[in-house]
């Protein structure tokens, strides 16, 4: 029984402790604090032995417990699946990059017909053999690596792949390079460098209206725009056909060209003329941001283009280039054209309330110059007559999300939008106003159309297929609606997992990539059989196994998934790791795990054994883990998201508490008096914020790459920790003296919270005499990339908490 003794210090104004703590084997052990009142912790009476204590490791101890930890072995990550009819003996395939960090690509045959008594697990057969996917070294170019950084990408090799149906033909980007490979059916697949050049290139330029002779037959590149291929920002701030950093990070565009999907008819010597829509970007106007650190050799300063909150955007330009093939594919005539093909565009305003869908008539267009005065007398001749359509047009006073899900019916000139589905009847000519506007989907639930979520149409049956949470917000799910009788939403995939789905070029067959908290995830390809004449309700039946659920990771146990309603009666979900050591009437210490920010949600019925080990890791220690996904979080819809505007880091946190003082009433084992809160980004915002104004909830806060209290970031169109609701944090004030109570962490390259914030946070802790620890990552960017980097950190995250929570 450990025995506890406050000691009264002479001469100590603040009226602190000491407490004399002796252990099982009589040792002594004291500690310093200050009161209660000042330190802010919900402790005082409570019994000691009710306390569930966490056994200290060294920190090479620490270290063996992270290599030890199945996260740190390979593992299958989420790949994409698809769907072609290319295969041998008309056979469908399934291709997919390997299910291995190392990038690999493989397929599988799905046969026409199986035997139903029995399951096919289809076997995964190499797609190149001995091709070096990985640049020399793993080193990519700087343009590269910022690109994985939009991406999010933590897998290496080929990551990613376009592919081509009608020819077979796989186009990628590996070892900086590109490269095609085609499917030879019996003969296998063959793979060559599709375009030398010096450079890595970032994005594919895939033919659409001809891509088998365009990447199979072009010797050399083909320059469509000025550029001077300088590397440096202050000296080229123009750039075409590359999205803008926001547009990357906030909007998840990564490309900023657009093939037209059609070429025009064939001209003299079996010539097509093909066309393409670009960005030209001009950031002469926008500010340079220069981060310097001493690890980068090369250059002594990382520059980027960053458009600060209330700073000048980058001004952007469409043109449309065209250029004529011959039959072998060559180039014969690069041109900007003044006319031609028009183009769709949407168009959205920096407060981000207000999304047009414009039709650009090819009048529109105008020949390029360089000239101004020419510019200027090109435009005043256009006819007045001459305007864009504007097809639809959104307004919110919250924000409007953006996505990719409105695509063109050609048959009745219709769009689908995001988050649910529209069927706009538009009138002649594609001029407003709409004639009618049909909800296929309602409710307080949202179709999928943001990362990576696709819309498929089956124009033939009038058929929409798209992922959804109608059921419930933790599960993804396939659904079809009809847009000719609107009414019926038929779900496809079985309930209780999460699934993530591909259909068919045919809409016959869908893959389903899919988990549950306490299933790995399994890959499975279903047919849909039923009756021509009602094709709404085919029943998918199972048909072949791509990959089947691999054993749950050793000590691995699910979190179980909750839900409370607040005071103000908002519905909210959340998921509790329970310590693996539970001891009837011990309470264990906590750790809230946080993002809060918009555009993600934690708490889903999806597997969490590789992407948060981490949190089991905690929870074989002792720790109890809450993870809750409060207001601001998404996929509940617009306005359960747009709760936190103008009111950052206030809602998140008052949500997080309520779900703490839930889960401690539910669970006996949670210590409120021994609470941690700990997110990265965002996350490690409210870390700060949790801080700041409940400091009596929460005892330590641990805040890797937070952004700081009160800095504009980013765009004010987007929510960020910037807007005015945010200022009301004051560090100077509200944060508590106690020492041990913030861990900063940073990587000093990050291009996204820039290394600025912790400056400014470290300035303003040490002018108002508050303590605080601070752990750099010289070389590291916005995600921690470097293995031993990753390691080091965890480490510190274990050893912060064991040592002062």
């Not at 959205?348 to 267009?365: K, N």
């Not at 409105?406 to 709409?434: M, V």
């Amino acid at each position: 029984m450990r025995k506890v003794k406050k000691l009264r210090l002479d001469h100590d104004h603040t009226e602190g402790w000491r407490s004399l703590s002796l252990n099982s084997e009589g040792t002594e052990r004291m500690a310093t604090g200050a009161p209660a009142s000042e330190r802010g912790d919900a402790v005082g009476t409570e019994d000691p032995a009710s306390r569930f204590q966490v056994q200290k490791h060294s920190w090479d101890g620490l270290r063996n417990i992270i290599h030890g930890s199945p996260a740190r072995k390979e593992s299958r990550d989420e790949n994409r699946h698809y769907l072609s009819g290319s295969g041998p003996r008309g056979a469908e395939r399934g291709a997919s990059p390997s299910p291995t960090r190392r990038g690999e690509s493989a397929y599988e045959e799905v046969p026409e017909e199986v035997r139903k008594e029995a399951l096919l697990l289809l076997s995964w057969k190499q797609m190149l053999d001995h091709f070096q996917a990985t640049p020399h070294h793993g080193v990519y170019s700087r343009e590269e690596e910022l690109l994985r950084e939009r991406k999010r990408l933590g897998v290496f090799g080929i990551t990613s792949y376009d592919f081509h149906s009608e020819s077979g033909l796989f186009l990628f980007q590996a070892s900086n390079s590109l490269f095609h490979c085609r499917d030879g059916g019996k003969n296998g697949f063959m793979v060559s460098p599709a375009l030398p050049q010096s450079g890595a290139p970032v994005t594919r330029p895939f033919l659409p209206a001809a891509p088998a002779p365009a990447v199979r037959r072009v010797p050399h590149l083909v320059r469509l725009s000025p550029c001077p291929g300088s590397p440096s920002v202050l000296d080229d701030p123009r750039s075409a056909g590359v999205a803008t950093f926001v547009i990357q990070e906030e909007f998840d565009r990564f490309t900023g060209y657009w093939w037209c999907p059609a070429a025009s008819g064939e001209g003299p010597e079996g010539c097509k003329t093909l066309r393409i829509l670009y960005e030209e970007v001009d950031e002469s106007e926008v500010e340079i941001i220069h981060v310097p650190s001493p690890a980068l050799e090369e250059r002594k300063t990382d520059s980027y283009r960053y458009p600060r909150t209330g700073s000048k955007n980058p001004k952007i330009a469409l043109k449309l280039a065209e250029f004529q093939t011959d039959s072998q594919g060559k180039v014969r005539v690069a041109r900007v054209p003044g006319g031609g093909a028009g183009a769709w565009a949407m168009f959205l305003d920096r407060p981000q309330q207000r999304l047009q869908l414009l039709l650009l008539p090819p009048a529109l267009f105008i020949p390029a110059t360089e000239d101004e005065q020419e510019r200027v007398a090109l435009a005043r001749a256009v006819p007045r007559n001459v305007q864009p359509h504007v097809v639809y047009e959104e307004v919110t006073d919250v924000w409007i999300n953006v996505s990719v899900g409105r695509l063109p019916l050609r048959p009745l000139h219709g769009f689908l939008g995001p988050f649910h589905l529209f069927l706009s009847l538009l009138a002649d000519e594609f001029k407003c106003p709409i004639k009618e506007e049909i909800a296929l989907t309602s409710g307080e639930w949202e179709v999928l159309a943001r990362h990576g979520s696709k819309i498929w149409v089956n124009e033939e049956t009038k058929l929409v297929y798209f992922q959804g949470t109608k059921d419930t917000p933790l599960e993804h799910h396939l659904y079809v609606v009809s847009y000719e009788s609107a009414g019926e939403i038929v779900r496809l995939t079985t309930p209780g997992f999460s699934h993530s789905c591909s259909m068919s070029q045919n809409f016959d067959m869908f893959i389903s990539h899919y988990s549950s908290v306490g299933t790995p995830p399994c890959v499975h390809v279903y047919k849909l059989s039923g009756p021509d004449d009602d094709p709404l309700h085919k029943q998918p039946r199972f048909w072949a196994s791509m990959m089947e659920a691999a054993s749950c990771p050793p000590d691995y146990v699910p979190p179980e998934i909750f839900h409370f309603h607040t005071r103000s009666d908002v519905r909210l979900y959340g998921m509790i790791y329970k310590p693996h050591a539970v001891q009837p009437g011990k309470k264990h210490p906590t750790v809230l795990f946080v993002y809060g920010g918009p555009q993600v949600q934690l708490v889903n019925n999806s597997f969490k054994g590789i992407k948060y080990l981490r949190l089991n890791t905690l929870a074989s220690l002792g720790y109890a883990v809450v993870v809750i996904d409060g207001r601001g979080s998404c996929q509940r819809g617009l306005r359960f998201e747009g709760a936190l505007k103008n009111q950052m880091g206030q809602v998140e946190i008052e949500d997080q508490v309520e779900g703490l003082q839930f889960v401690a009433e539910k669970y006996g084992f949670v210590d409120l008096s021994r609470v941690a809160i700990h997110g990265w980004s965002y996350g490690g915002f409210l870390s700060l914020m949790g801080l700041i104004h409940k400091p009596q909830v929460f005892k330590v806060g641990p805040a890797p790459s937070p952004p700081a209290p009160g800095i504009p970031h980013g765009e004010p169109t987007h929510p960020r920790p910037s807007l005015p609701g945010r200022r009301r944090g004051s560090l100077q004030t509200h944060l508590c003296p106690r020492p041990n109570r913030l861990l900063i962490l940073h990587g000093f390259l990050d291009e996204n919270v820039h290394f600025f914030h912790t400056n400014f946070l470290v300035s303003q802790l040490i002018r108002a005499g508050k303590p605080y620890q601070l752990q750099i990552y010289p070389n590291e960017r916005h995600s921690i990339r470097c293995p031993e980097s990753g390691e080091h950190y965890e480490v510190t995250l274990l050893h912060f908490l064991q040592e002062y929570l």
